[in-house]
């Protein structure tokens, strides 16, 4: 069965600076794709980025970046000039596209300070 | 684009009563719809698949006579939670996508509380 880690309940960083959210995720199959969705006060799930698992180069959109290394199986995600607006609920997330439904981690709870 | 609406946002209703959920894909079709139930401060957790026209696959554990899932329209599904009682209570959220390599995409949830 496919798992989907997430090894840091809560994080915590100051406004401008950088901060790593970790994730590890199991699978047995070769063609996948892996998600980072924000859930912030609100509870809307918001997709940050998404990563095909066929592809080498790692995702990037605006400050939000990962760090894909499919032979470790880890998809850190990588906040750069964290804003207030940042502070949510961080989840990993993997499926196989054909497959379709999405495995979650349990969540990075972040939160962005002054 | 890919915006999906969920309504209603919040629901209050007696213990005994049958509440509607309604999920929608505004500006794609959604071949595949997902239902989630969300307790506080956990992660999201998948009760069915459905697809448009066809009956929705459940995750175990997930009672169907309880929990029933319409996807009548490549824009519509529906999630009925029958005969509601407290432990009910909970977040519930829905996500759609078009074809299978597209993300899902959510709406913004609805908060369902029995008394």
């Known amino acids: 069965a496919q798992t989907v880690t997430q090894s840091q309940p809560e994080m915590s960083v100051q406004e401008a600076e950088t901060v790593t959210l970790s994730c590890t995720y199991d699978?047995?199959?070769?063609?996948?794709?892996l998600f980072w969705y924000k859930q912030p006060p609100s509870r809307q799930m918001i997709l940050v980025i998404r990563?095909?698992?066929?592809?080498?180069q790692n995702a990037t959109e605006n400050r939000f970046s990962v760090n894909f290394q499919k032979a470790a199986k880890s998809f850190s995600l990588k906040i750069s000039d964290s804003q207030l607006g940042d502070t949510a609920m961080y989840f990993c997330?993997?499926?196989?596209?054909?497959?379709?439904?999405?495995?979650f981690g349990t969540g990075t709870r972040l939160q962005v300070t002054l | 684009g890919a915006v999906v609406s969920q309504h209603p946002s919040r629901v209050i209703c007696k213990s005994g009563t049958s509440v509607k959920i309604e999920c929608r894909s505004l500006d794609f079709q959604a071949t595949t719809m997902f239902w989630y139930r969300q307790f506080p401060k956990k992660s999201l957790m998948l009760m069915a698949t459905s697809n448009e026209g066809s009956k929705a696959t459940y995750e175990q554990g997930v009672e169907k006579d309880k929990f029933l899932i319409n996807h009548a329209s490549l824009t519509l599904s529906t999630l009925t939670v029958t005969s509601a009682h407290p432990e009910d209570s909970s977040f519930y959220i829905c996500?759609?996508?078009?074809?299978?390599?597209?993300?899902?995409?959510f709406g913004d949830g609805t908060r369902l509380s029995i008394l």
């Open positions: 990563q095909e698992a066929y592809k080498q």
């Open positions: 699978t047995s199959e070769n063609n996948y794709y």
């Open positions: 997330a993997y499926n196989t596209g054909t497959a379709s439904k999405l495995t």
């Open positions: 996500s759609a996508r078009d074809t299978g390599d597209q993300p899902q995409h």
